[in-house]
């Protein structure tokens, strides 16, 4: 999405739709399981291919490969293509027509039936073909004679309870259907979207209303005042409009359970089942029962229980049948209700994977339901009763999944459905679990203990609380270690998860925040409640390293996750003083349950410790780390690095590696070639022919020279997230870097200093926020020349045990694995240790020198973080490669490079050093807002817990008052006295968890909090706030109280009202209690991920940013429909997945697909990540863009000021994304003849893009122009000139006269000038002569829509190519003949590899 116009292409398609990293950020760019970031892939044009195939065995740790690309591609083929179509036959319905798949069971047919508008109220049936009852687990392709145009009879069948309750619960569904209240209550995985609301129904459709000529007339442009360009009002309620089908339609005033349930003995034998009792509409109470043959009507009433059929008892097979006979109302307003239900979008309807809360909520009236009201008082999770034995066994089930074949596509896409399907409702269960054990409903297993230590067992599920117990982490930081470990424990859970080597087993884990307390949900090891800890733990420490076992069948185990986790084998000593060897840290322990599986738990040490906040007595930390305050005293001693931390790490080493090995052959080349002696023939260099003897010296000077410049670029920012502007420059046949930097290394270049095995790189560029060209790994092998022989030196050198290689080689190899210390001497290989200075744990005497190394390369690492990737991340900033709108944004782009969130105060001083701080101003903004929001979430969590349940919104309203309210004596509303018996409360007071002394919470006042928030953020980020006061911070820092209020909520989870809240007023407090509607649970879990669609959803971006773009579209709607199979119809990689796609369509030209394609983006983004997510942001934009396109200007409008209101929402006016929005507005503003509202916001663009881009920058003279074009419109030349000039100085200096954009823009400019004079004349004329003067006509255009698309296509990013067949083959020739061009004059080894893979392509010691 980021304009292009900054290297205007030539004609080659824009090779990057592949959005900016932002914007991708939610899917693909989340690292594939062995978290090399994707960015690798995605970016790097062809050799994306070769690493998308290769990156599959490395996921298995198991190692077995994937069996090539292309055979992948068939098998999906065959699957596709094989659907076929059955006639269903239903009762009192015509017979109609279904396409199903073979893979298909029976039962999705079921659920096809119950959802289809005239099946619908049908549960209980069964499928017949030819007379024989179709089993609902078997697959489609499985049934004899189940062919093209087969029949199936739906045949209705008798009721069990079972059945009848199911049938009870879907037809209280059905009428609820259009009801958001479960949205807004995040039950039942549903969730908000409010598309529709402003495309007015389906997009789809629109093409019936369109009447292009007349709709100009029609549009009404006018935005709402709150979002023109610098207003100041900030309104909450638009946030969730009113949507007219809300107001549903009555059916029943009630329908309930009957109070004479359950059916005496006597009836039971009868048939009865279950007895309802129903209110219609018109006033008419009426008893049910549910029998086995169905539904009718008896004789009781409220008090007399009289259970014979009523006269006409109207049985019949289903509910909604007997209703729609009592109640005429029941029936019209059913059939509408359905009808309506059926219209909207299937993905306003499904269910998402994971709840996704709302922060705000109307007030909505509680209305009576029986299957909540059933459902709460059972500890069944809704869809329990549809599986035998009542309680599911959670381990099982997520150990079975993982046991699944994967030996084939087919195979893997089941195995990973099941494993995605089983962890999502685990987490749902673990959320629902957690909330009643923190709310008091669950029995402690050990009653007798204090609160705080009780441990509890809900649904086979084990809880425990994130408090130190018993002094496990005294040593650790207490309490501060014990809440910091389980997410810790998580990420490991994770890692090992994603590695999925088979016969080691993780426990399922979900971490749940609830009312201030965390809880740890795990799945429970069979046999682990009966045995005592001690004898069960035949692997690893349960006492923090003073006692250590260790069990070769672990070792094993783990030996096969040591290489893509990086951890190294090491011994440690036990208590008796003998080394015992491990794989990972102490504290993991290796469990064998009663299953005869291998567990592993405890995995909170999995990645190597952070020194910089781990001060160890007389250990020295590196200059950079030091010059920056480190090593910081920590509130625990357990931060380590993150796992994309570690990869970068290694993937930096690696490249460095490579040019150490490349350098020194170079340099023994080049020694030999000066003695003129004839090289061995391992490594005959091909590659240099043209170098003659006499120039070997230069050759290698330059070589050095060229390395250095090569490293010195690398080290500030090779590992950003995508540097999209090579890989589109490159693309585009531009000057690429390599070619540059190899005639002029950079002045100053910076030689790689090493110094006793670790290297300091000298980074003068760095300060200025990184080099000027972010080096793509490929351009790195052209650059330097030595490097392709490197490579096939490391490479034969691990193929066959050096032996037939020479000294000299094997020197080099060992020197440069030396250097970046690697753990093996033949090969780069590097792996962490992670129990170096862990507390307790003592290393045997004969490996200190390997300790010593380790220690070193933590240092190493830890130096890294601080002197690359924040400074990377800065820069990425600068460029507008990562482009954060809010603190989840902020939060992902810092934990993409590795960087922890207790690093954000050191990013905000690293930020407010820049010279170029005002170009960072956004990023400085969101960064503070995320510091005192997230300072303010630890403080109310610890408030929280002194807060007893009756008190809670009271409690929550005052924290907000005094936290975001002016009023500065912010008083508390105790709860009333009367309800509060102190008498009673003296023995209960220990039953809630924490229960201290229960109001003390309403003594906090807000000077109080805001002094506390900049005491924590000093302590905790060591970073000094200057605000004593919210009214002081918002001043200071430009913040918005309505942002901070939405992360406070969504961190916190609090619910609140959508009304309108003054903060600012001095007299009374903004919230009241009513305004608290509830507290929702914070929930992390890990995310399983579809490996083989991710792959294809790489090619397919790596084949589009070469411009194959019909090709790119085939992979990328592979992967929409393996995402599909393995994920269900909702995810965010699915969304990632449209929006490309719709992307794609637009380029090629079809813009009705495009435009459902992102219709459906749009959607799933509002229902998974939530209607104001900046990625929903985003997908505002692309579907007002494709709207535009298709003619709907109004659609287009609206969207576009939905998008701009919820900006300003999440981030406010000031941000870079803001200008392109306001771009966009006022393009569209000005091809509706709105020229005052246009220039408005395009003015707003241009003061925005001159802040953020600088003022000499092309987008800043795309800006002048789109306004002159404005001006044009309005006949004022003057300004028109004006604006064109400036743009024409711009395009002049940057692009050179001869550059098409410059002459554009000065033939326009003469244009313009013709008109201004032409004009003048007429006036003077009109002056001269009167009223008789005669007048020329003057030519005022209003601009057509073409050229307005044209323009927006442009802003966007998009650069259209007309495709023919042709045009698509003289693309690909000229796309190849430019890679021969670039290639040529280099090593032909090159060619065959494509890129230097960053995917350890080197010698590995397996």
Not at 22 to 39: I, R, V
Not at 249 to 257: D, E, I, P, R
Not at 789 to 803: N, T, V, Y
Request: proline share 5%.
């Amino acid at each position: 999405m980021v304009s292009k116009t900054d290297d205007i292409p030539a004609s080659v398609p824009d090779c990057s739709p592949v959005e900016r990293a932002e914007d991708g950020d939610t899917a693909p760019k989340k690292t594939c399981p062995c978290e090399h970031s994707a960015a690798a892939v995605v970016m790097n044009g062809d050799g994306g291919h070769d690493q998308a195939e290769e990156a599959e065995p490395k996921q298995d740790g198991s190692g077995d490969t994937d069996p090539g690309d292309d055979s992948n591609e068939q098998e999906v083929i065959v699957i596709q293509d094989t659907g076929f179509t059955v006639k269903i036959q239903a009762p009192g319905t015509e017979p109609f027509d279904l396409q199903v798949s073979p893979q298909e069971m029976v039962q999705e047919i079921h659920q096809v039936l119950m959802d289809r508008e005239d099946t619908c109220h049908r549960t209980c049936f069964s499928l017949q073909l030819d007379g024989n009852v179709l089993d609902n687990f078997a697959e489609l392709k499985s049934i004899e004679g189940l062919q093209e145009g087969s029949l199936l009879k739906v045949v209705e069948e008798p009721y069990t309870v079972r059945e009848a309750r199911i049938h009870v619960r879907h037809i209280r569904d059905l009428l609820k259907s259009l009801d958001p209240s479960d949205a807004y209550n995040g039950v039942d995985c549903n969730s908000l979207s409010f598309l529709s609301v402003f495309t007015d129904g389906d997009l789809g459709d629109s093409g019936k209303r369109k009447k292009k000529g007349s709709e100009l007339e029609q549009i009404d442009c006018t935005p709402p005042e709150h979002i023109l360009p610098s207003s100041k009002d900030r309104p909450l309620v638009p946030l969730q409009p009113q949507n007219k089908d809300w107001k549903p339609l009555q059916c029943l005033k009630v329908l309930t359970m009957s109070g004479w349930n359950p059916p005496p003995g006597n009836r039971k034998m009868h048939g009865d089942l279950m007895y309802l009792y129903v209110v219609t509409v018109e006033e008419r109470h009426v008893s049910i029962t549910a029998s086995t043959r169905g539904f009718y009507l008896n004789q009781s009433t409220t008090y007399t229980f009289n259970p014979k059929p009523a006269n006409p008892s109207f049985l019949s097979h289903s509910l909604v049948e007997l209703l729609s006979q009592i109640s005429p109302a029941f029936k019209k307003n059913f059939t509408s209700l359905q009808k309506k239900r059926v219209q909207r979008h299937p993905f306003e309807r499904i269910a998402t994977p994971f709840q996704v809360y709302s922060w705000t909520a109307p007030q909505i009236d509680h209305a009576m339901d029986c299957v909540r009201a059933e459902d709460a008082y059972t500890s069944r999770l809704g869809y329990e009763e549809h599986i035998p034995g009542q309680t599911r066994d959670w381990n099982e089930e997520l150990q079975t999944t993982r046991e699944l074949p994967r030996k084939n596509l087919p195979e893997r896409l089941l195995r990973e459905r099941a494993i995605f399907k089983v962890h999502s409702d685990f987490a749902a269960a673990a959320t629902r679990g957690a909330m009643a054990v923190i709310d008091g409903n669950v029995m402690a297993i050990n009653p007798g203990e204090e609160t705080r230590m009780q441990m509890f067992i809900w649904n086979n599920i084990f809880f425990s609380l994130g408090f130190d117990v018993r002094d496990h982490y005294k040593e650790l930081g207490g309490d501060a270690a014990a809440h910091a470990a389980p997410t810790n424990d998580l990420n490991g859970v994770r890692a090992y998860g994603a590695v999925d080597v088979e016969g080691l087993y993780t426990l399922g884990t979900v971490v749940v925040d609830y009312r201030g307390y965390r809880v740890t949900a795990q799945s429970i090891i069979p046999g682990i409640l009966e045995r005592e800890q001690e004898q069960s733990v035949i692997y690893g420490s349960i006492d923090f390293g003073k006692t250590v076992v260790s069990h070769p069948k672990y070792l094993e185990l783990l030996e096969k996750t040591s290489r893509p986790l990086k951890v190294q084998r090491h011994s440690v000593l036990n208590e008796k003083d003998t080394a015992v060897e491990l794989c990972s840290s102490v504290e993991c322990k290796g469990i064998i349950g009663n299953d005869g599986r291998h567990y592993i738990l405890d995995l909170l040490r999995t990645f190597p410790p952070d020194l910089n906040f781990l001060p160890v007595e007389g250990e020295e930390l590196s200059p950079e780390s030091k010059k920056q305050g480190f090593p910081r005293q920590h509130r625990h001693r357990l931060a380590c690095l993150r796992q994309e931390l570690i990869e970068a790490f290694v993937e930096h080493r690696y490249l460095l590696f490579m040019k150490m090995a490349a350098l020194q052959l170079m340099q023994q080349k080049a020694n030999k070639e000066s003695k003129a002696a004839s090289l061995p023939e391992s490594i005959t260099a091909e590659s240099e022919p043209d170098i003659k003897p006499e120039a070997a010296p230069e050759a290698s000077e330059k070589a050095c020279e060229a390395a250095s410049t090569a490293f010195d670029s690398l080290t500030s920012s090779e590992f950003t997230s995508t540097p999209e502007e090579t890989a589109s420059e490159a693309a585009l046949g531009h000057e690429t870097p390599s070619k540059s930097q190899e005639t002029s290394p950079t002045e100053n270049a910076a030689v790689p200093t090493v110094t006793n095995g670790t290297h300091e790189p000298t980074i003068p560029e760095s300060k200025k926020g990184g080099c000027d060209h972010p080096l793509e790994g490929k351009e790195v092998a052209e650059t330097i020349p030595g490097l392709a022989q490197a490579k096939e030196l490391a490479e034969s050198l691990a193929a066959d045990d050096g032996s037939g290689i020479d000294p000299k080689s094997r020197e080099v190899v060992l020197n440069a694995c030396k250097a970046v210390g690697s753990i093996s001497n033949t090969s780069f290989d590097i792996r962490f240790n992670p129990d170096i200075f862990s507390p307790g744990v003592r290393f045997p005497e004969n490996s200190a020198e390997e300790i010593q190394k380790q220690k070193q390369l933590l240092k190493d690492a830890a130096a890294f973080l601080v002197s690359c990737q924040i400074p990377s991340l800065i820069k990425d900033c600068l460029d507008h490669t990562a482009l954060p709108m809010d603190g989840a944004t902020l939060t992902e782009a810092l934990h993409q490079r590795g960087i922890n969130v207790r690093y954000l105060g050191n990013v905000l001083e690293f930020v407010d050093k820049m010279p170029a701080k005002p170009q960072l101003e956004h990023v400085y903004r969101i960064g503070i807002t995320e510091l005192i929001t997230r300072c303010t979430k630890h403080i109310f969590k610890t408030y929280l817990q002194g807060v007893e349940l009756s008190a809670l919104s009271a409690a929550v309203s005052h924290f907000l008052n005094c936290f975001l309210s002016s009023f500065p004596d912010a008083v508390a509303h105790l709860p009333a006295d009367e309800l509060v018996s102190r008498k009673k409360n003296k023995k209960r007071r220990n039953r809630v968890p924490g229960g201290g002394d229960n109001t003390a919470w309403a003594s906090l006042t807000p000077s109080e909090l805001w002094k506390n928030i900049t005491t924590e953020a000093l302590s905790y980020y060591h970073f000094t706030l200057q605000c004593e006061s919210v009214d002081q911070a918002v001043e200071k820092y430009g913040l918005q109280k309505i942002i901070l209020l939405r992360e406070i909520s969504v961190k916190a989870g609090i619910q609140i009202l959508i009304k309108e809240y003054n903060f600012d007023s001095r007299h009374k407090p903004a919230l009241t209690e009513e305004d608290i509607l509830n507290i929702f649970p914070v929930v992390k879990h890990v995310n399983p991920k579809a490996s083989d669609a991710f792959h294809f959803f790489q090619s397919g971006q790596a084949k589009v940013q070469q411009g194959f773009l019909k090709e790119g579209c085939e992979l990328i709607n592979e992967a929409l429909n393996l995402f599909n199979n393995v994920y269900g119809a909702m995810h965010v990689e699915i969304c990632a997945c449209l929006r490309l796609l719709a992307r794609l369509n637009y380029i090629m030209g079809d813009h009705p697909e495009a435009l459902s394609n992102q219709q459906k983006a749009v959607l799933m983004s509002e229902r998974v990540l939530g209607i104001e997510h900046p990625n929903t942001i985003q997908e505002y934009m692309h579907l007002a863009l494709y709207c535009f396109a298709n003619g709907q200007l109004s659609t287009a409008l609206k969207l576009l000021y939905r998008a701009r209101y919820l900006m300003l929402l999440v981030c406010g006016e000031d941000h870079p994304e803001m200008a392109l929005l306001d771009s966009n507005i006022g393009l569209v503003l000005h091809g509706v003849m709105e020229y005052d509202l246009s220039l408005r916001f395009l003015e707003n663009a241009l003061s925005i893009n001159s802040k953020y881009h600088g003022p000499r920058s092309l987008k800043v003279a795309l800006s002048h122009h789109l306004v002159a074009r404005v001006y044009e419109s309005k006949a004022e030349f003057r300004s028109a000139l004006q604006h064109e000039k400036e743009g024409y100085t711009i395009y002049k200096n940057q692009v050179g006269e001869a550059h098409e954009k410059t002459r554009e823009s000065s033939e326009y400019l003469k244009y313009l000038t013709q008109q201004a004079v032409a004009l003048q004349r007429t006036m003077n004329e009109i002056y001269k002569n009167g009223s008789n003067a005669s007048i020329m006509p003057l030519k005022f255009t209003a601009p057509s829509m073409a050229s307005v698309l044209e323009q927006l296509n442009i802003i966007n990013g998009i650069i259209f190519i007309p495709l023919s067949q042709k045009d698509l083959e003289n693309l690909k020739a000229e796309v190849q003949r430019r890679q021969q061009l670039q290639d040529s004059g280099k090593a032909e080894e090159q060619q065959e590899d494509g890129q230097l893979a960053l995917e350890d392509k080197l010698p590995v010691d397996d």
